[in-house]
């Protein structure tokens, strides 16, 4: 398997176990969200994994965008839609760099920002257009970027 299969498989394995845990209880995460705290993920997954899946879902997703061609733009799309969903479930995790209502109130704003900037990325992969995916995807890394300085 090459670097880009064995990065998709992680991701995938992180999105099922995230989709796992909330769906075996999904009552929890809705009235955690509803009492003001974040749902915390049962054994197993951790803010920092499910981060280091966003990082190497991002990553693989500007290899495959550079790539290009039927296969690359198709597997970039794919994984784009996967990081969104990624992005999504972030704000119900706990994390411990991320402390008080202000640093909680933007690590929310942040990861919705992403997920609205990666979802902006799939109909332009759609259409095969490798620079207009790029540019959306360095946007994309900047708030990316934005987050990782926060919890520094």
Request: with cysteine.
């Amino acid at each position: 398997m090459n670097k880009t299969t064995i990065l998709a498989l992680s991701c995938a394995i992180v999105l099922l176990g995230v989709a796992a845990i909330l769906t075996s209880n999904p009552s929890a995460g809705i009235a955690a969200e509803k009492a003001g705290k974040a749902y915390k993920p049962g054994p197993g997954i951790d803010t920092h994994h499910l981060m280091e899946g966003v990082d190497a879902t991002f990553s693989s997703i500007m290899d495959n965008a550079k790539k290009g061609g039927r296969k690359g733009f198709k597997a970039a799309r794919h994984q784009a839609y996967a990081l969104a969903t990624l992005m999504d479930v972030l704000p119900h995790f706990e994390s411990e760099e991320v402390t008080g209502a202000e640093k909680r109130a933007k690590w929310d704003k942040l990861s919705h920002q992403l997920r609205d900037e990666i979802l902006a990325v799939g109909p332009v992969l759609k259409k095969k257009d490798g620079k207009g995916a790029l540019a959306l995807l360095e946007k994309a890394g900047k708030t990316c970027e934005a987050c990782h300085e926060m919890r520094d």
